[in-house]
């Protein structure tokens, strides 16, 4: 405080003279630069660092824990082995019956006699490129037909896309496909008001299982066989969540980065919350729940717009685990232009921290729940990856870095903090995506980019502001190099009738790279000992290339 005291009185002293001098103000910007800004730029250097170690210490524990079930596989197997070379050879009857029990509840979804009555649900909105993929691929599940109900959940407000949807169930019902189609008058709760109606219907209360696909998902024939022998083996298992495979991961720039980044969270996240808290958020798509614990857990609630993520964490909190199958995928497209990138973005990045506002009270009270197992759901799942990843990337990289070029020096950054704990954070991502290393260097500054929506949208969903319950469908294009087909197929039509391709230009990011620039020339000029310019020249290009709409596919301009 007496620091901003002088600060002040130096800013007054100065304001108040009958004629300031560039002296005095060189003199009063001093004294607020040295008792003001630089204090205040080092507390956010600290708080980045300490949050920056956070990060860092949850991602090494969960690649170590990756690590250790990467080799108690390997030796499983090569158990089992060993136990299959035993028997070919005859010589141990007891090591082949111990083979036969383990591979017993595997085949035990194979046999039609005992399979269970399975509910699909596909909720769709509008979805006029891909509703034939997902129901074609929902109505070819290798399941006995008097088992299995497919259930399409219509929310379109276009009556052509829903007239078109429905009779493509007509048509598969023809064929002898249990398939029913619901169409609701409003949008009331969204996904999950479609799919809490859904399990309302009279058909739906006799299933036992919920399989749950978004309208761009393509299951393969095997996948309920598969899926559904852990539901079977241990009742206390409510779900069973598949991995995304990418049909267009290879289209665009914008594509091969959320390969990177989803692939991390699948083969990492998802697989180290499976094995050691039976804990991990539900994708909303993919998965197989038990409707016993989906009815448990209160069923689908529309607080929040991650409505999948909330009844995973009210069905822990009542006791039910989770089970995630790495080898099991399911194909699916990712969004190709940057605005349907950036609204998923919002919604994955506000709903979660919306979420971990209101849920944190439920789960301190929890009685059901170990406090090993509340304090990753409250640090490391909600705190750390949800609001601390997207905070520190922005506030450092875009924030402060560029602010102590500015203040040319007098700010203490840790070389851990800015090169070594960043890095590492880098190599621990990167590695699930091998073939995608060449593309390291702008994934880093892609994402840093993109944390500034990032951080936006966390923060609007911690307090609960405006956009906190906006909810945007993702724009689909149907399969891989659908961008680049449709472009081939308006050459084969009159010129006239051709659509004119566009690229969009986003004006946050230019800003961005504007700033950025700024600092980086600065630095050169009258600093430049740490060479930070070097950082800021690759970001400022970064956010340039986003912002002059580089980075995802072209779309077709509105007509005028």
Not at 265 to 285: I, Y
Request: glycine residues 6%; proline residues 4%; contains cysteine.
């Amino acid at each position: 405080m007496r620091r901003l005291g002088s600060a002040a009185a130096a800013v007054a002293a100065a304001a108040g003279s009958p004629a300031t001098s560039p002296s005095a103000l060189r003199a009063a910007w001093r004294a607020v630069r040295g008792h003001v800004v630089v204090p205040v730029l080092q507390l956010a250097v600290y708080v980045c660092a300490a949050m920056s170690l956070m990060l860092f210490l949850e991602r090494l524990y969960m690649a170590a824990v990756v690590a250790g079930l990467w080799l108690h596989r390997r030796r499983r197997n090569k158990r089992r082995q060993h136990r299959r070379r035993l028997l070919a050879g005859g010589e141990d009857d007891d090591a082949w019956q111990r083979v036969q029990d383990e591979d017993e509840d595997l085949e035990a979804a194979g046999d039609d006699h005992r399979c269970p009555l399975v509910l699909v649900q596909i909720p769709m909105f509008n979805e006029r490129q891909v509703y034939r993929l997902s129901i074609g691929a929902a109505c070819g599940l290798s399941w006995p037909s008097d088992r299995l109900v497919i259930q399409v959940l219509d929310d379109s407000t276009d009556p052509v896309i829903r007239e078109l949807v429905e009779v493509e169930c007509a048509r598969w019902a023809r064929k002898g496909v249990c398939i029913r189609y619901e169409n609701r008058s409003n949008r009331s709760g969204y996904k999950a008001g479609a799919m809490r109606e859904g399990l309302r219907k009279p058909y739906a209360r006799c299933c036992e299982f919920v399989a749950i696909f978004d309208a761009d998902f393509q299951p393969d024939a095997d996948f309920l066989r598969r899926a559904l022998p852990p539901l079977l083996r241990d009742p206390g298992v409510a779900l069973v969540q598949a991995r995304w495979r990418f049909v267009n991961a290879g289209d665009c720039l914008l594509t091969r980065i959320q390969e990177m980044s989803l692939n991390y969270h699948f083969a990492v996240e998802q697989e180290a919350g499976s094995a050691c808290h039976a804990f991990f958020g539900f994708n909303g798509t993919a998965g197989v729940w038990r409707a016993a614990a989906l009815a448990d857990a209160g069923g689908w609630k529309e607080r929040t717009t991650v409505e999948d993520m909330d009844l995973a964490v009210r069905a822990s909190l009542r006791g039910w685990r989770f089970v995630y199958v790495g080898d099991l995928g399911v194909r699916n497209e990712l969004p190709s232009t940057f605005k349907a990138y950036r609204y998923q973005q919002h919604r994955w990045s506000c709903g979660p921290a919306n979420l971990f506002r209101k849920v944190t009270p439920e789960i301190l009270r929890s009685e059901r729940v170990s406090p090993w197992k509340k304090l990753h759901i409250l640090y490391a799942f909600f705190l750390v990856r949800k609001v601390v990843a997207h905070l520190v990337t922005f506030l450092f990289y875009c924030v402060v870095i560029p602010a102590c070029v500015l203040v040319q020096g007098d700010v203490h950054l840790p070389r851990y903090v800015a090169m070594y704990v960043p890095a590492a954070i880098t190599v621990l991502n990167a590695v699930c995506t091998p073939r995608s290393g060449h593309l390291l260097v702008f994934w880093i500054l892609f994402e840093n980019v993109m944390s500034m929506h990032r951080s936006k949208a966390a923060i609007i969903g911690l307090l609960e502001a405006s956009r906190a319950n906006e909810w945007v469908v993702t724009d689909k294009l149907g399969s891989g190099k659908a961008t680049t087909a449709a472009a081939v197929a308006t050459k084969k039509t009159k010129k006239k009738q051709q659509p004119v391709w566009t690229r969009e230009v986003h004006v946050l990011e230019l800003v961005l790279g504007a700033c950025l620039l700024y600092c980086a020339v600065y630095d050169i000029v009258f600093f430049g000992q740490d060479h930070f310019y070097m950082y800021l020249l690759l970001q400022s290009a970064a956010a340039f290339i986003v912002g002059f709409g580089y980075v995802g596919a072209s779309v077709p301009a509105a007509p005028s």
